[in-house]
């Protein structure tokens, strides 16, 4: 079923929205301050190319004070807009039936869109 599920999703939009987090997270690449942000948006960009069959899970604190750092940058210029996104794409899909599976999937994602150093997607 989510085989199915994310052929649909890159058809309708993942493709595009997952190559958009990718070349932002490549030009963020282009500084030395900005790598860390760039290589969370291009792993962003993978999971939302590919969301169905997948969970999302709180990472450990071990990661100290520069995660909570990079996630408020992270928020201040970047995740507030992502998540707004997922959430409107998450309400337009829900009001049909059929885009309810689709709607789950951009919920999902917001978590991660706001704070992607404490969040990550796994296999569920």
Same mark, same amino acid.
């Given at each position: 079923?989510?085989?199915?599920? *994310?052929? /649909? ?8 929205a997952?190559?958009?987090?990718? !070349? &932002? &997270?490549?030009? !963020?690449?282009?500084? /030395?301050i900005?790598? %860390?942000?760039?290589? +969370? ?6 999971? #939302?190319?590919l969301?169905?069959?997948?969970? #999302? $899970? ?12 990079? *996630?408020?940058?992270?928020?201040? !210029?970047? &995740?507030? $807009? ?12 829900? /009001?049909?039936?059929?885009?309810? %599976?689709?709607? @789950? @999937?951009?919920? +999902?994602?917001? %978590?991660?869109?706001?704070? %992607? ?8």
């Open positions: 079923m989510s085989l199915i599920g *994310n052929i /649909i999703w890159l058809i309708f939009g993942g493709f595009l997952g190559l958009g987090y990718i !070349l &932002g &997270g490549l030009v !963020l690449c282009i500084t /030395i900005g790598i %860390p942000l760039g290589i +969370k948006a291009i792993r962003f960009g993978f999971m #939302v190319m969301p169905f069959g997948k969970s #999302v $899970e709180q990472t450990d604190g071990g990661d100290g004070c520069l995660s909570l750092v990079f *996630n408020i940058i992270w928020l201040v !210029l970047f &995740g507030w $807009e992502i998540a707004l996104a997922h959430i409107v794409f998450g309400i337009i899909f829900g /009001i049909t039936i059929i885009g309810i %599976p689709f709607a @789950q @999937q951009h919920f +999902k994602l917001v %978590p991660v869109a706001l704070f %992607p150093f404490s969040y990550k997607l796994t296999r569920s």
